[in-house]
């Protein structure tokens, strides 16, 4: 089945720095990307979705210069959280458009717990 | 009104117990639905995947679809302590790749 490898699965940053995030998928080409958002005990808030080649779309209220997503091959799409700060501190999946059949299905990666100190 | 609600639980049930999720949501447009299960710290995992209205079953789990309601359902039966974990509902339309997710319900197996 899809397999979708996302690295790290936690990470400790210092506030100000910068946090990359991967998401690849392993046995797939990943065409459509999505990242989320999750905070303890709520869902999954979509926070863009990007194309291979292509710029991000980002959901209302994101804001694009402080995640960077970059999606610049098939494979491998990115997540840049620049100058965190401890509101930041979330958990962070991606997930990827894969075929179900004659339809499309969602993989989703393991998560990055992030904590911003 | 939010597009998907969830009761979010906790749902505590003894071994071999039936457990039955829900969700509704307000939005037509919506014609594939999921379930997803997530384990503590983990990314979600797909359950059942189901297009418009009806059943499908996938050995002990069962997705019901009810358009017409807005409702739709997930059964486990023979429920066991390894089916712990957040059950995630989410749904889209036809030609909208983007999911639309339920809070989750967090559900406890006791042995």
């Known amino acids: 089945g899809a397999v979708v490898s996302q690295h790290p699965s936690r990470v400790i940053c210092k506030s100000g720095t910068s946090v990359k995030i991967e998401c690849r998928s392993l046995?797939?080409?990943?065409?459509?990307m999505f990242w989320y958002r999750q905070f303890p005990k709520q869902s999954l808030m979509l926070m863009a979705t990007s194309n291979e080649g292509s710029k991000a779309t980002y959901e209302q209220g994101v804001e694009k210069d402080k995640f960077l997503i970059n999606h610049a091959s098939l494979t491998l799409s990115t997540l840049t959280v620049t100058s965190a700060h401890p509101e930041d501190s979330s958990f962070y999946i991606c997930?990827?458009?894969?075929?179900?059949?004659?339809?499309?299905?969602?993989?989703f990666g393991s998560g990055t717990r992030l904590t911003v100190v | 009104q939010k597009e998907v609600e969830q009761d979010p639980g906790p749902l505590s049930v003894p071994e071999g117990a039936i457990v039955s999720l829900n969700c509704t949501y307000s939005?037509?447009?919506?014609?594939?639905f999921m379930w997803y299960r997530q384990y503590s710290r983990k990314g979600p995992e797909l359950l059942m995947y189901?297009?418009?209205?009806g059943n499908k079953e996938d050995g002990r789990f069962t997705a019901q679809v009810d358009k017409s309601s807005k409702y739709i359902s997930l059964f486990i039966r023979d429920s066991q302590p390894s089916d712990s974990a957040t059950y995630l509902c989410?749904?889209?339309?036809?030609?909208?790749?983007?999911?639309?997710f339920g809070k989750g319900t967090l559900l406890t197996v006791n042995p």
């Open positions: 997930s990827a458009k894969t075929a179900v059949g004659s339809n499309y299905g969602y993989t």
């Open positions: 189901t297009y418009s209205s």
């Open positions: 989410a749904m889209r339309g036809g030609s909208n790749y983007k999911l639309t």
């Open positions: 046995d797939f080409q990943a065409t459509t």
């Open positions: 939005n037509s447009a919506f014609q594939y």
